[in-house]
């Protein structure tokens, strides 16, 4: 009994001390500090931002500075100089799975969009202005991605709304049927007409959705399907049964005519002042290809609709320090990987309207001698310069040191395998430098290869060539030119030369090339050519000969020759399936009038021994066996 | 230092005796093998530009066995597999012919019971072949071939035209567009008869020098993307 009393007085003792404060009674109730709700996020404009700014940083893009350089390069328009990256110019096609999507990783964006969709719109304690641009802005990220998702895959299951399992098992009322191509296209081009009054039309917004945006993206899909559907008629079998690949011919003019009608939004200057970025009137050559470089990195051009932007402290990325040329690298041995081809170099046009390949000769087929290394480009479009840094070209205040060799007076070659393997001419006596530091030498890695270095987003800021420092270039996704293109590109769908011609002329003379085409000059080759100069390395060409279905005429792999090469140029069927080079020579000559002048040589680099060929079966990315065989509703593409 | 040393060697003994051997499964050793055949001639395509599709059921994985296995240019397949119940299909839009369908217009597959090696023809119906083909050299540094056409579907819905015929020539056997030295290429408007079709290409200077060439004949069909090919021939000069 004793015993009984002291146990339960120790419990009762115990409890007294042990137990919380009396009148503390909110102690299970203490809000958690490494978590917020989603009642908490979504009644704060700051916190949503933060979680839009996640979602802003998963969209995808075709080339991105954030993948790889590498994903820059190929399609022949320029040349991989890094060694193990040799397999894109050795290589003779495409797998079926290129450019494809991570599926799972797709969706869970797409979630997390729709989740955000949601959450959004259930909020009561954010304001009504801002719950409805949150709400735009998500939407436009979604709509942004899905045509994305098209661009690659063509229809893809359509997901609007989050899709919660119920745990019993069956699952197959989750299981979505891919859509229909054109309805992912109508999907885009809806949601941007449903937000565009809801986003700001800012000029000066361009890292966050605004009104351009939006109409850029419609635009831009516009064009894409009406191509597609006008364009997929030459390639049948490049199509499926339920549509989810191809659209039906007769679309085509309602695509145009949207196109053009976004477009014009956005011209008529209703979305915000977009225009031009262009120098002052009577620039010099050299003046109108920094404009147009420039172009890609003032970030308050108001050419820029919408980019990726990056910030010093925050975000950088490595471009510069992969391609800045060798001999002016901030970082020693990290340079030069991207190398545009002759092909490419040679599509800018002369200052007269006509194409023209580089006068390597003379009429007679002998060769052409140029007192200065830049001569033979003279006389050019002004964005070959602004997209390409070329042989005797300068960056960040030095000049590039390009040139393969001394050309002797028989015409043999006199050269070195690097540029500090000093070499004595014949005749002399003191060892000197025989070829450029710059290369270009076969198989020398990190300096060009084909005799060009890009130019197009690399930063001339001190130290973004550094690894730790990294560059703070954006990356533009839609921006005024491509805008004028799409319109021109409608236009003359629909079958006003005059309009094309109109637009197409402004991106023109931005470029220097002041002589206006006329209606008549408008042609399927010149809507071509104009996005392929003028969108160079923005992700473009790849999407482009796929919708005109043209890819598998222009990749056909056969191999490139020099005839091929300098024949058709400007042509939209054009073979391009080696990316060629042309190296400068020095001429050693003493005693020649020709001494100390240049001469160049088309030259094919000699790593490149494949040739890009396009399937039907490339048109579109494979899905992965794994995706359909989770979901037996997703059918493969065609011709894999 | 002394007793470390005697424990990797203690270890290094035991890794000899309990390594792997019991965990390894016994490697696929049936062949299956065979060609694509119609009416008892085979089909010659390019390499790596035919595929076909081998599916095994009953182990939870839904898909093909490998996704990426091709026809070798003279049509031929072979794939060492275990025993066991397969499926083969070519794809949709795969091959210069036509492979059954299903109703549902999905590729229609053959079944084979695996049991030790086997052969395996693969039926099919091509849009044309190309027969009595001549190719022989013309002089030193050319060739000449002849060759006809036969539309083997004739009916409205599948037949098609041709697109264009073509002369290839390599250096080594593996001829086709894409591996060519010399090629020569006729387009279907400029070809008046069928039944007699005349090649000729000039072949280059060949580095390093070498007294042949093999050579066939490819026929484009329009709207298909494989050509059709003559069986190979070796010309000596």
């Given at each position: 009994?004793?015993?009984?009393?002291?146990?339960?007085?120790?419990?009762?003792?115990?409890?007294?001390?042990?137990?919380?404060?009396?009148?503390?009674?909110?102690?299970?109730?203490?809000?958690?500090?490494?978590?917020?709700?989603?009642?908490?996020?979504?009644?704060?404009?700051?916190?949503?931002?933060?979680?839009?700014?996640?979602?802003?940083?998963?969209?995808?893009?075709?080339?991105?500075?954030?993948?790889?350089?590498?994903?820059?390069?190929?399609?022949?328009?320029?040349?991989?100089?890094?060694?193990?990256?040799?397999?894109?110019?050795?290589?003779?096609?495409?797998?079926?799975?290129?450019?494809?999507?991570?599926?799972?990783?797709?969706?869970?964006?797409?979630?997390?969009?729709?989740?955000?969709?949601?959450?959004?719109?259930?909020?009561?304690?954010?304001?009504?202005?801002?719950?409805?641009?949150?709400?735009?802005?998500?939407?436009?990220?979604?709509?942004?991605?899905?045509?994305?998702?098209?661009?690659?895959?063509?229809?893809?299951?359509?997901?609007?709304?989050?899709?919660?399992?119920?745990?019993?098992?069956?699952?197959?009322?989750?299981?979505?049927?891919?859509?229909?191509?054109?309805?992912?296209?109508?999907?885009?081009?809806?949601?941007?007409?449903?937000?565009?009054?809801?986003?700001?039309?800012?000029?000066?917004?361009?890292?966050?959705?605004?009104?351009?945006?939006?109409?850029?993206?419609?635009?831009?899909?516009?064009?894409?399907?009406?191509?597609?559907?006008?364009?997929?008629?030459?390639?049948?079998?490049?199509?499926?049964?339920?549509?989810?690949?191809?659209?039906?011919?007769?679309?085509?003019?309602?695509?145009?005519?949207?196109?053009?009608?976004?477009?014009?939004?956005?011209?008529?200057?209703?979305?915000?002042?977009?225009?031009?970025?262009?120098?002052?009137?009577?620039?010099?050559?050299?003046?109108?290809?920094?404009?147009?470089?420039?172009?890609?990195?003032?970030?308050?051009?108001?050419?820029?609709?919408?980019?990726?932007?990056?910030?010093?402290?925050?975000?950088?990325?490595?471009?510069?320090?992969?391609?800045?040329?060798?001999?002016?690298?901030?970082?020693?041995?990290?340079?030069?990987?991207?190398?545009?081809?002759?092909?490419?170099?040679?599509?800018?046009?002369?200052?007269?309207?006509?194409?023209?390949?580089?006068?390597?000769?003379?009429?007679?087929?002998?060769?052409?001698?140029?007192?200065?290394?830049?001569?033979?480009?003279?006389?050019?479009?002004?964005?070959?310069?602004?997209?390409?840094?070329?042989?005797?070209?300068?960056?960040?205040?030095?000049?590039?040191?390009?040139?393969?060799?001394?050309?002797?007076?028989?015409?043999?070659?006199?050269?070195?395998?690097?540029?500090?393997?000093?070499?004595?001419?014949?005749?002399?006596?003191?060892?000197?430098?025989?070829?450029?530091?710059?290369?270009?030498?076969?198989?020398?890695?990190?300096?060009?290869?084909?005799?060009?270095?890009?130019?197009?987003?690399?930063?001339?800021?001190?130290?973004?060539?550094?690894?730790?420092?990294?560059?703070?270039?954006?990356?533009?996704?839609?921006?005024?030119?491509?805008?004028?293109?799409?319109?021109?590109?409608?236009?003359?769908?629909?079958?006003?030369?005059?309009?094309?011609?109109?637009?197409?002329?402004?991106?023109?003379?931005?470029?220097?090339?002041?002589?206006?085409?006329?209606?008549?000059?408008?042609?399927?080759?010149?809507?071509?050519?104009?996005?392929?100069?003028?969108?160079?390395?923005?992700?473009?060409?790849?999407?482009?000969?796929?919708?005109?279905?043209?890819?598998?005429i222009?990749?056909d792999?056969?191999?490139?020759?020099?005839?091929?090469?300098?024949?058709?140029?400007?042509?939209?069927k054009?073979?391009?399936?080696?990316?060629?080079?042309?190296?400068?020579?020095?001429?050693?000559?003493?005693?020649?009038?020709?001494?100390?002048?240049?001469?160049?040589?088309?030259?094919?680099?000699?790593?490149?021994?494949?040739?890009?060929?396009?399937?039907?079966?490339?048109?579109?990315?494979?899905?992965?066996?794994?995706?359909?065989?989770?979901?037996?509703?997703?059918?493969?593409?065609?011709?894999? | 230092?002394?007793?470390?040393?005697?424990?990797?060697?203690?270890?290094?003994?035991?890794?000899?005796?309990?390594?792997?051997?019991?965990?390894?499964?016994?490697?696929?050793?049936?062949?299956?093998?065979?060609?694509?055949?119609?009416?008892?001639?085979?089909?010659?395509?390019?390499?790596?530009?035919?595929?076909?599709?081998?599916?095994?059921?009953?182990?939870?994985?839904?898909?093909?066995?490998?996704?990426?296995?091709?026809?070798?240019?003279?049509?031929?397949?072979?794939?060492?597999?275990?025993?066991?119940?397969?499926?083969?299909?070519?794809?949709?839009?795969?091959?210069?012919?036509?492979?059954?369908?299903?109703?549902?217009?999905?590729?229609?597959?053959?079944?084979?019971?695996?049991?030790?090696?086997?052969?395996?023809?693969?039926?099919?119906?091509?849009?044309?072949?190309?027969?009595?083909?001549?190719?022989?050299?013309?002089?030193?540094?050319?060739?000449?071939?002849?060759?006809?056409a036969?539309?083997?579907?004739?009916?409205?819905?599948?037949?098609?035209d041709i697109e264009y015929v073509a002369l290839?020539?390599?250096?080594?056997?593996?001829?086709?567009g894409?591996?060519?030295?010399?090629s020569y290429t006729l387009a279907a408007s400029a070809i008046s008869n069928l039944?007699?079709i005349q090649l000729?290409?000039?072949?280059?200077?060949?580095?390093?020098?070498?007294?042949?060439?093999?050579?066939?004949i490819g026929l484009k069909i329009a709207?298909?993307?494989?050509l059709?090919?003559?069986?190979?021939?070796?010309?000596?000069?």
């Open positions: 009994m004793k015993k009984i009393l002291y146990i339960t007085s120790v419990i009762l003792i115990a409890t007294g001390i042990w137990s919380c404060k009396k009148g503390d009674s909110d102690f299970l109730n203490t809000p958690p500090t490494a978590f917020l709700t989603n009642d908490q996020v979504f009644a704060d404009p700051a916190l949503v931002r933060s979680v839009l700014a996640d979602l802003y940083n998963r969209q995808l893009d075709f080339s991105s500075f954030d993948i790889n350089w590498s994903s820059f390069a190929d399609f022949s328009e320029s040349f991989p100089s890094e060694n193990g990256s040799a397999y894109f110019v050795q290589r003779t096609g495409w797998a079926y799975n290129s450019w494809g999507v991570n599926w799972a990783g797709s969706y869970q964006y797409i979630r997390d969009l729709n989740l955000f969709l949601e959450r959004d719109s259930a909020s009561t304690a954010l304001l009504a202005s801002d719950r409805a641009e949150f709400y735009a802005e998500g939407r436009f990220l979604r709509a942004n991605f899905y045509f994305e998702l098209a661009k690659r895959m063509g229809g893809v299951p359509l997901v609007t709304g989050t899709l919660t399992y119920d745990y019993k098992g069956d699952p197959t009322y989750l299981q979505l049927p891919r859509a229909k191509e054109s309805d992912i296209y109508d999907f885009v081009i809806n949601e941007a007409e449903a937000i565009k009054n809801d986003l700001p039309a800012d000029a000066n917004e361009k890292s966050r959705a605004s009104r351009g945006a939006a109409l850029a993206m419609e635009s831009r899909a516009a064009v894409y399907a009406g191509s597609i559907a006008k364009y997929g008629a030459t390639t049948p079998s490049v199509s499926l049964p339920g549509g989810e690949v191809g659209i039906t011919a007769s679309k085509a003019n309602d695509y145009y005519t949207i196109a053009l009608r976004a477009a014009q939004e956005i011209i008529s200057g209703s979305a915000g002042a977009y225009k031009l970025y262009t120098a002052a009137a009577g620039a010099s050559a050299s003046a109108l290809s920094d404009n147009f470089a420039n172009v890609f990195l003032d970030k308050a051009s108001p050419e820029t609709i919408f980019f990726e932007d990056y910030k010093v402290g925050g975000k950088t990325h490595g471009f510069t320090t992969n391609d800045q040329p060798y001999s002016l690298s901030d970082e020693g041995g990290d340079a030069g990987r991207i190398d545009p081809s002759l092909n490419l170099a040679e599509a800018y046009e002369k200052l007269d309207n006509t194409y023209a390949p580089f006068a390597t000769t003379d009429g007679s087929g002998t060769q052409a001698y140029y007192t200065n290394q830049q001569d033979i480009f003279a006389g050019r479009d002004a964005r070959l310069a602004g997209t390409i840094l070329l042989p005797g070209g300068t960056y960040k205040g030095g000049t590039v040191d390009i040139w393969a060799g001394y050309q002797l007076a028989d015409g043999s070659i006199f050269t070195s395998d690097e540029s500090d393997h000093l070499k004595t001419l014949p005749g002399t006596s003191v060892a000197v430098q025989v070829v450029g530091e710059d290369g270009p030498v076969n198989g020398l890695e990190l300096r060009t290869q084909t005799g060009f270095y890009i130019r197009k987003y690399i930063d001339p800021t001190v130290g973004s060539g550094r690894r730790g420092q990294g560059s703070t270039v954006a990356l533009i996704r839609y921006r005024y030119a491509e805008v004028l293109l799409n319109a021109a590109e409608a236009s003359f769908e629909l079958g006003d030369n005059a309009t094309a011609a109109g637009y197409m002329n402004q991106v023109r003379a931005r470029a220097g090339l002041i002589v206006p085409l006329t209606a008549g000059d408008i042609t399927f080759d010149r809507i071509v050519h104009e996005r392929r100069v003028e969108l160079a390395f923005e992700g473009n060409i790849l999407y482009d000969m796929k919708r005109w279905r043209i890819a598998h222009v990749w792999g056969i191999s490139t020759t020099l005839s091929d090469l300098k024949s058709n140029i400007g042509a939209a054009k073979r391009s399936t080696q990316p060629w080079g042309l190296w400068p020579y020095r001429i050693y000559n003493p005693g020649s009038a020709n001494n100390g002048k240049w001469v160049y040589k088309e030259t094919l680099p000699a790593l490149v021994t494949g040739s890009n060929r396009f399937l039907f079966g490339n048109y579109y990315s494979s899905i992965d066996p794994g995706v359909i065989g989770a979901n037996p509703k997703i059918i493969q593409q065609p011709n894999q | 230092m002394r007793n470390s040393s005697r424990y990797l060697y203690v270890l290094a003994f035991a890794a000899t005796i309990f390594s792997c051997k019991k965990d390894n499964y016994p490697q696929p050793n049936s062949l299956l093998s065979g060609r694509l055949v119609y009416q008892g001639d085979s089909i010659e395509v390019e390499k790596n530009a035919v595929h076909f599709q081998i599916y095994q059921y009953g182990f939870g994985k839904v898909g093909p066995v490998s996704t990426d296995e091709t026809f070798a240019q003279d049509g031929t397949y072979s794939a060492v597999l275990f025993d066991g119940d397969y499926k083969i299909i070519v794809p949709n839009g795969d091959g210069p012919f036509i492979w059954k369908k299903t109703a549902a217009g999905g590729p229609d597959s053959v079944s084979v019971t695996l049991k030790g090696n086997q052969t395996l023809d693969l039926e099919v119906t091509p849009y044309y072949m190309i027969k009595a083909q001549q190719i022989a050299a013309v002089g030193t540094d050319s060739i000449s071939a002849t060759g006809m036969t539309k083997i579907i004739t009916d409205s819905v599948n037949a098609k290839y020539v390599n250096k080594t056997q593996f001829v086709a894409s591996t060519s030295i010399a039944n007699s000729g290409v000039h072949i280059p200077a060949l580095v390093p020098a070498q007294s042949y060439v093999f050579a066939r709207n298909v993307e494989d059709i090919f003559s069986p190979l021939q070796k010309i000596q000069f």
